[in-house]
């Protein structure tokens, strides 16, 4: 019997009672999934009903007000004159973030530990997993525990000949460009010396992505997954797993992981080679100093229990590019923001030149000895944060100092942009003025209004007393 006349048994009823089942069981699914988003608007509604803001469509929110031309983030700042303390910012009908913008509200989210939000995180954690970015809890704790000793003083101060050797490579090269003439992109050269820096100092290897020719494709693919992770969040069909993967930007996010997981990867299987012979970190340590990568492979709790792989890769793809992209994007802004002010600029070369005394580099000592170059430092920082918001996600209700509350499940926004630029905290916040950082200009100053890198227990900062830089 062929295949058609065993399907010419089943009588033509059948296949129209499939089809309608099937037709029926879709329906269902998709009247669910719009309840389902309702809830989630009512509820924000709800949630969100102390606070005022800007007003959004009905069902794109305020996407469409972010033009991405590059004043997307003043508008955050006109919103927040309009709005102190925070507002309700809408990605779509039912994504709904309160933004806060103010030291005290800072002060209430960053020192908890409340966890990194489940909503925009997740799209980055098919490129870097969960590593300590945007991992929580028990794990969370744990990891950093164990990575500590990578940040040890001791072994930053190891580091400074490696990282002047970087800076010298790309100076090097701007010697050239200065004597053609030509104009070239700074923060592309910058992204090289810092990957070229973080593979020296945590990975003890010498990429030469300097010095060879063509675009390096790890920092190429770090471009386009920022890029689509970003157009990702703002697309709220995108949302959805299937649809994204099913896109073309879906394919283009795959392809540019598997090149970004592939130099993780390389970088993990030589170290684990290297290691082969020498599995005592006491007898590795007497031929060379235990760099981030040695610390992950060797690293042990109290039982005796090291990392999986899956943990040891989503923590090299969190360092590999946390350690060079947002670096980078600091010190891109700290020379334009010099450039563009060359009074204070002449005044770091002259501060900086002194220090040197004839040297080639600074040594460790000599870092504590340039008090206006790092006031010009944090004004940059505080103008062009290299990241500019963060997210968190509320386990349970929170009251601010005014007052107004938020409950459990709440999803709540950091615009740092906003913060560094708030007018009721920073006289004349535009302006570029580094002596706002001097002792007498600072100490009444709440320390929740300068946050570069965070603050709280998930801030990357020194503790003098422990002599380490934990994350």
């Known amino acids: 019997m062929s295949l058609s006349e065993s399907f010419g048994c089943f009588p033509s009823s059948w296949f129209g009672f499939v089809q309608h089942s099937l037709a029926l069981l879709c329906l269902v699914g998709v009247v669910y999934k719009v309840v389902v988003l309702l809830i989630q608007r009512r509820d924000a509604l709800r949630n969100f009903k102390a606070f005022t803001g800007p007003p959004g469509h009905w069902f794109f929110g305020h996407v469409l007000q972010f033009k991405q031309d590059g004043t997307d983030l003043d508008q955050m700042v006109k919103w927040g004159e309009e709005h102190p303390y925070a507002f309700p910012l809408w990605f779509g009908p039912c994504v709904c973030y309160m933004n806060i913008h103010h030291p005290d509200y800072v002060k209430s989210i960053l020192t908890s530990t409340e966890p990194k939000d489940d909503y925009a995180y997740k799209f980055i954690k098919t490129w870097i997993g969960d590593g300590l970015l945007v991992s929580h809890g028990q794990k969370w704790f744990r990891h950093r525990r164990l990575l500590t000793p990578g940040f040890h003083y001791d072994v930053l101060k190891s580091h400074l000949k490696l990282m002047s050797a970087s800076a010298k490579t790309m100076l090097d090269k701007w010697e050239r460009y200065s ?205 062009f944060p290299p990241v500019p918001g963060m997210a968190r996600k509320l386990t349970k209700p929170i009251t601010f100092l005014d007052g107004r509350t938020m409950p459990a499940g709440s999803l709540v926004g950091t615009s740092v942009y906003a913060l560094h630029r708030n007018a009721t905290v920073w006289e004349n916040p535009n302006v570029f003025d580094p002596l706002r950082f001097l002792p007498e200009n600072s100490c009444e100053r709440s320390p929740h209004a300068f946050v570069p890198f965070s603050a709280g227990p998930r801030s990357v900062c020194f503790f003098r007393q422990k002599k380490s830089l934990v994350w």
């Open 179 to 383: 004597s053609s003439g030509e104009s070239f992109e700074l923060f592309e050269h910058v992204s090289l010396m810092t990957l070229d820096t973080i593979m020296k100092c945590a990975f003890s290897r010498n990429s030469n992505c300097q010095t060879e020719s063509g675009t390096n494709e790890y920092i190429k693919s770090v471009y386009q997954l920022t890029d689509l992770i970003n157009l990702r969040f703002r697309t709220f069909p995108y949302h959805n797993d299937l649809i994204f993967y099913l896109s073309p930007h879906g394919f283009r996010h795959r392809r540019a992981c598997k090149v970004a997981h592939s130099h993780t990867e390389e970088v993990i299987r030589k170290r684990k080679e290297a290691l082969k012979e020498e599995k005592e970190p006491e007898r590795i340590q007497t031929k060379r100093t235990l760099d981030f990568l040695d610390i992950l492979l060797l690293a042990r709790d109290e039982n005796e229990q090291g990392l999986s792989d899956e943990d040891i890769r989503a923590e090299v793809d969190t360092f590999m590019f946390e350690g060079h992209d947002t670096t980078a994007s600091g010190i891109s802004f700290i020379l334009h923001t010099l450039a563009c002010h060359p009074e204070h600029q002449n005044k770091c070369r002259e501060e900086i030149a002194q220090v040197l005394n004839g040297k080639d580099t600074l040594e460790w000592e000599d870092l504590s000895k340039l008090p206006y170059t790092t006031m010009c430092i944090k004004e940059s920082l505080r103008l």
